[in-house]
């Protein structure tokens, strides 16, 4: 396979991913405002910091308003990990390998991106927010669906699982820090809350129900952390990711260093201890594991793809 192309479908899995799962992070918001109080207001600022973005945001926006944050996050062109511009960049790696994948599957990506673009403004008022959102999830569900069922299950697909596992474990461990940020105000006494902002990450990442098959308890802080980041059944939870990125890597050559690194991610994940872990060292940890996904990005760039490959889009 040419490099070219093992790069665009790459790249293609990973917009295609980005595009969900910052509509995912969106959701987070969205579901405390349903489930909290209307008294308590929730923060917007932390989803802008978690995802590093502070810079370029505050060079378009005067104030972390909500309304500002969400047309950042989900329909600023000029932010390359918007949903809008990642369903943009999903869509023109996909139009370069039209012989690759399957017709009807180019066909998906171009009808989600135009209708993401034509009921944009839909998505900016709360009234239908949700809607718009949960349409991007499940239309980039139906185009994982449709790949997985209509394309060889080649080297292209597994560069493909590849992008696609690598930008999911890399936005679970962000939306898992959403909690960890300080979405909600210091003052009062929110403590009955906290497991309320826990389910709103599970749901957001559509985790409950498979949550509460493992875990038969309330839920609770150390449980969540230790299902999302260790289990190794649920699709969405890091290690699974890690370990389906090693899978499609043992079907490659030259992928020593690659894997090398993917082995050094699952054991930072082993090693983690939900129930003595604080919410600042969580936060480390997670970016100590996105600095490692940086890392093995880097090396599959080297490995398999021409040098200009590094110079892609990421967080």
């Not at 239309?139 to 209509?150: C, D, H, V």
């Not at 930008?167 to 940020?181: C, L, N, Q, Y």
Request: aromatic share 8%.
């Amino acid at each position: 396979m040419l490099s070219r192309v093992a790069n665009r479908i790459y790249w293609m899995g990973r917009y295609l991913e980005r595009a969900e799962n910052m509509a995912r992070l969106v959701n987070v918001n969205a579901h405390l405002l349903l489930d909290l109080p209307q008294r308590v207001a929730v923060g917007w600022r932390p989803l802008v910091e978690i995802l590093g973005s502070e810079d370029l945001f505050e060079t378009l926006h005067d104030e972390y308003d909500e309304r500002s944050v969400v047309r950042f996050l989900i329909g600023e062109q000029k932010y390359p990990s918007s949903i809008i511009s990642a369903l943009a960049g999903a869509r023109e790696n996909a139009r370069t390998v039209r012989d690759i994948i399957p017709r009807e599957a180019w066909e998906q990506i171009n009808e989600l991106y135009l209708n993401a673009r034509k009921q944009l403004q839909s998505a900016y008022g709360q009234r239908k927010r949700y809607d718009y959102l949960n349409s991007i999830i499940l239309g980039n569900q139906q185009i994982t669906g449709l790949l997985a069922g209509t394309m060889n299950h080649d080297v292209a697909y597994d560069f493909l699982r590849i992008g696609r596992n690598l930008e999911r474990s890399d936005m679970t461990t962000r939306i898992i820090d959403v909690r960890s940020a300080d979405l909600l105000p210091v003052e009062g006494d929110l403590s009955p809350f906290e497991n309320i902002q826990w389910m709103s990450v599970l749901k957001s990442l559509t985790a409950y129900q498979m949550y509460r098959r493992e875990v038969r308890l309330q839920v609770r802080r150390a449980d969540v952390i230790a299902f999302l980041f260790r289990d190794q059944r649920f699709p969405r939870a890091v290690y699974h990711c890690l370990c389906t990125v090693a899978d499609c890597l043992q079907q490659l050559p030259h992928n020593e260093d690659a894997l090398r690194q993917v082995g050094h991610l699952q054991r930072m994940i082993s090693d983690l201890k939900p129930e003595a872990i604080d919410q600042q060292q969580l936060h480390r940890l997670i970016d100590d594991y996105q600095h490692g996904v940086a890392e093995l990005n880097g090396l599959i760039a080297t490995s398999y793809f021409w040098t200009g490959a590094r110079a892609e889009a990421s967080h």
